[in-house]
Nanobody
Framework: QVQLDESGGGSVQAGGPLRLSCAAT????????MAWFRQAPGKPRDGVAR???????MYAEDVKGRFTISKDNAKNTLYLQMNSLKPEDTATYYC????????????????????WGQGTQVTVSS
């Protein structure tokens, strides 16, 4: 069983940076495909970014150029560097992982991911 633990959330003013981390207990799944999702109140949980074991990355259109996903396999840790934050980035951010061929297509959905963290809150004020 894989457990994921997010950290780094908090409150920040618009335009500022924030870095999220996700520590995994095992690299069995994280080395294949890991992702960040987010969910605002009353909204669906949407993909933010994903990264494959070969470090290929994919981003949601509204975060391209502002967010960067990365990982450290030796530490079994996933990161999300968020820059130029906007109030609309306010949400609970979730780390997710899975071993799946679906990581090799040009989309990523929450239903494709098996393991999830508890979430960390990010609040961006104007």
């Amino acid at each position: 069983q894989v457990q994921l633990d997010e950290s780094g959330g908090g409150s920040v003013q618009a335009g500022g940076p924030l870095r999220l981390s996700c520590a995994a207990t095992d690299d069995t799944y994280t080395r294949t495909c890991m992702a960040w999702f987010r969910q605002a109140p009353g909204k669906p949980r949407d993909g933010v970014a994903r990264i494959r074991r070969d470090e290929d990355t994919m981003y949601a259109e509204d975060v391209k150029g502002r967010f960067t996903i990365s990982k450290d396999n030796a530490k079994n840790t996933l990161y999300l560097q968020m820059n130029s934050l906007k109030p609309e980035d306010t949400a609970t951010y979730y780390c997710a992982a899975v071993d799946s061929w679906k990581c090799y297509v040009d989309s990523f959905l929450d239903i494709d991911f098996k393991y999830w963290g508890q979430g960390t809150q990010v609040t961006v004020s104007s």
